[in-house]
């Protein structure tokens, strides 16, 4: 049995209703739970990126991935092993205001390049982006405060090649 | 053909004047070709049908019992014209209807364009009468798709369904039209669509792959072809021809890809697959280098995979890159129309000769001849058997007929032995196993192909899933055969309860009514042969006559497919009983 790994799929697409429910159905088909996903715009006018990550065998991987590439709309899809992208997520802790002073949280902020983005009388709200174990590690040291409410992005990445997206949009 | 639509898209592109979205739609229909189309209609989709109703001389619409027999006649229609099936249908019910259908064009690769009514675009979400989200629902299974809100939209979409149905590996498509956008105007201009910058149609072709495939092929010494529909699709029976004549190299079908190559011609070994033939089965674990064409190494072709021709270099011609290494892990993929990477290959492939290794086919076919194929084709014992029937219609029609087949042990048997001297000769419901699919399909092929014969050939169980299309055979008047082999069981999933389950016949045994009667009843002659000595008379009887027939053989219930690889078994371990 292959081993299961850790991959950043990423989607170049044109920016249509419906096209989340057109890729998603494909990793449902084969029973895959997507751990997060990301949509936004790319660096191409009117071209979309999605970001998925999935666990699986890069067997399973490599066939998904063609039959993502092979919808319509898709510009173009890859897959990354975690050695291949920058990534980075991003979350917010919500806490009451009476920690506000707490020292051991202020330490915590300035070690973990955490900020502070909010503050009212009732609460405030810590703002952290770095990799999924940095944000976990926070969440940790936070929950014993109480947290009132936590959230966090799925993951976005860079790939540290290049990825030539306009010329494929061109010459197609 | 290409004449008169460019005339019509000229008078069309003069004209400045608005229409409303349902003239569009028609307009766009035309200037795509299309002068047949299979639907049932209902609220959602009016406006087109009254506009339909102004052109009726050049869109000819067949009004179907049911949307899954539109869908399916459809389908019929594609498979022998090459050309892209046209459905309409309501919204709700009347999309859903389409579901099966648009799911088997999707695994069978047949180009449609389904056009289905919407409730209006204010209303959508909000659970109006008869809303559903056909879009959502039918993802999966198109495609491509997508819901028109704005009749300006109309030209452009209609354009790309066309483009993405028919291009590169065809499929079915879906546009979802909301009756306000159907209701509302537009300035009418239409362009056919030939690219869409996100897609790619038909892979680059690399010519250092079809080099190196040449190389190998050169230096094989038991090579082995299995071709898919991939050859009738890309239109490249003669460049297919050419080259296994060329390499001298056995091939042999999967079940979409027969009638591609006369069932006659020395070169053809048979079927492959689950109830194929002995010998293309067990060689594939032989062979030393297994050169798939235009076909997608199905799990009902491969058997278990872990020992599917593991001695073999795999060279896979293929036009879908995601087909590439999906099931079998190819050492070189040609990637490609077929009818141009084998017309690109035949310059570097070298005059071949395999007498000794094809002989090897020989000798294992004289082996299931003897086991099986003479006892099916012609039986000593008492009961009739389905492959008789076969054999029997083989003799009268010469293998001219096109042979429509619907899911089950009838299925297998026609494939097994329907003989086939023309391309697009043999359709039936591979990829999905889709019941009911015949009878509707064969009436969409006749029409298709009016001038030749079409044969039904289908189940008790089968025909009864979409039994109503009578109806539209006694409304059209079109002339399609229609033989029932009736063993009074689902057969198939009767033998495999026989086979595997301890002979425990669950819910498999049909009670079944008097099918003459019912065919008679839609004033279709009809008669039911039980005796081996009728038949021959009853099936010229129904070839001699020039309307619509249905003719019923009963079958003996233990006639079983052999042979038959079971599931989970090698292709080598095909049992012949």
């Known amino acids: ?172 | 053909m290409e004449t008169l639509n460019k005339v019509i898209i000229n008078q069309i592109s003069t004209k400045v004047e608005k229409i409303s979205g349902a003239e569009a739609v028609i307009k766009c229909l035309l200037a795509e070709g299309v002068n047949l189309a299979y639907g049932y209609p209902g609220g959602a989709i009016m406006p087109i049908y009254d506009a339909l109703y102004n052109y009726q001389n050049q869109l000819h619409h067949v009004l179907t019992r049911h949307e899954q027999g539109a869908i399916h006649a459809a389908q019929g229609f594609a498979r022998v014209t090459g050309k892209v099936g046209m459905v309409f249908a309501t919204s709700g019910p009347g999309a859903t209807n389409l579901v099966t259908g648009i799911a088997d064009a999707q695994i069978d690769s047949t180009p449609l364009v389904c056009i289905t009514g919407q409730v209006s675009s204010h209303l959508l979400g909000s659970d109006a009468f008869q809303e559903t989200d056909i879009i959502g629902i039918s993802t999966p299974v198109t495609k491509w798709n997508y819901q028109i809100t704005r009749a300006e939209e109309i030209p452009e979409i209609i354009a790309k369904a066309f483009y993405i149905a028919k291009s590169g590996r065809p499929g079915p498509v879906l546009v979802d039209i909301t009756k306000d956008a159907q209701f509302g105007e537009l300035e009418f201009e239409y362009k056919k669509c030939e690219k869409i910058r996100s897609y790619r149609a038909v892979p680059k072709l690399e010519i250092e792959k079809v080099k190196a495939a040449a190389e190998m092929i050169n230096s094989a010494k038991k090579p082995f072809i299995v071709w898919g529909q991939g050859i009738i699709i890309g239109q490249a029976e003669a460049e297919f021809k050419s080259f296994i004549e060329k390499t001298d190299i056995p091939a042999a079908s999967t079940v979409l890809g027969l009638s591609a190559l006369e069932t006659s011609h020395p070169l053809h070994v048979g079927m492959v697959g689950m109830h194929g033939n002995y010998a293309p089965n067990v060689l594939t674990n032989q062979c030393d280098v297994l050169i798939a064409i235009g076909m997608r190494f199905d799990d009902r072709v491969t058997g278990n995979l872990q020992t599917y021709a593991k001695q073999a270099k795999i060279i896979h011609f293929e036009i879908d890159p995601s087909e590439v290494d999906k099931n079998v892990k190819t050492d070189i993929a040609v990637l490609g129309n077929v009818k141009e990477t084998l017309a690109e290959i035949m310059p570097f492939i070298n005059r071949g000769s395999h007498k000794n290794w094809l002989n090897e086919f020989h000798k294992l076919l004289q082996i299931e001849k003897d086991e099986v194929i003479n006892n099916q084709l012609n039986p000593t014992k008492p009961g009739l058997t389905m492959g008789e029937v076969l054999n029997l219609i083989n003799n009268e029609t010469k293998g001219n007929a096109v042979i429509v087949s619907d899911v089950g042990q009838h299925q297998m048997f026609a494939c097994r032995y329907a003989n086939f001297i023309k391309t697009r000769s043999s359709v039936t419901s591979g990829g999905l196993g889709t019941m009911g699919f015949a009878l509707p399909a064969a009436i969409g092929a006749k029409m298709g192909v009016p001038n030749r014969e079409v044969i039904a050939i289908i189940g008790d169980g089968g025909f009864q899933m979409t039994i109503q299309e009578l109806g539209t055979i006694l409304q059209t008047e079109v002339a399609v055969k229609i033989v029932v082999l009736n063993n009074s069981f689902l057969g198939m999933v009767r033998q495999w309860q026989e086979l595997f389950f301890d002979k425990r016949y669950a819910s498999t045994v049909m009670k079944n009514p008097n099918f003459v009667k019912i065919a008679e009843g839609y004033g279709i002659e009809a008669q039911s042969v039980s005796q081996r000595a009728d038949l021959t008379t009853a099936i010229k009887t129904m070839l001699a006559s020039k309307k619509a027939y249905f003719l019923e053989v009963m079958i003996a219930q233990e006639d079983n497919v052999f042979p038959m690889i079971p599931t989970g078994a090698s292709v080598s371990d095909i049992r012949l009983s």
Do not use: C, W
Not at chain 1, 52 to 76: A, M, N
Not at chain 1, 125 to 132: A, N, Y
């Open chain 1, 1 to 172: 049995m292959e081993e299961k790994q850790k991959f950043t799929v990423s989607v170049y697409t044109e920016n249509n209703v419906g096209l989340l429910n057109r890729l998603s159905a494909i990793f449902l088909k084969r029973h895959i739970n997507i751990e997060s996903m990301t949509v936004s715009p790319s660096e191409i006018d009117h071209v979309h990126r999605f970001t998925f990550v999935v666990i699986v065998s890069e067997t399973l991987i490599r066939k998904v991935v063609g039959q993502l590439d092979k919808q319509i709309e898709v510009v173009k899809a890859y897959y990354h092993k975690e050695d291949e992208i920058i990534y980075q997520e991003t979350a917010m802790f919500k806490l009451s205001t009476e920690f506000l002073y707490d020292e051991k949280i202020q330490n915590k902020l300035k070690l973990r390049r955490a900020h502070m983005v909010a503050i009212t009388k009732s609460f405030f709200v810590i703002e952290m982006t770095g990799l999924k174990e940095d944000v976990d590690r926070l969440y940790d040291r936070l929950k014993p405060y109480g947290l009132m409410q936590f959230v966090r992005s799925g993951r976005i990445a860079i790939t540290r090649t290049p990825m030539a997206i306009s010329e494929l949009l061109k010459t197609s």
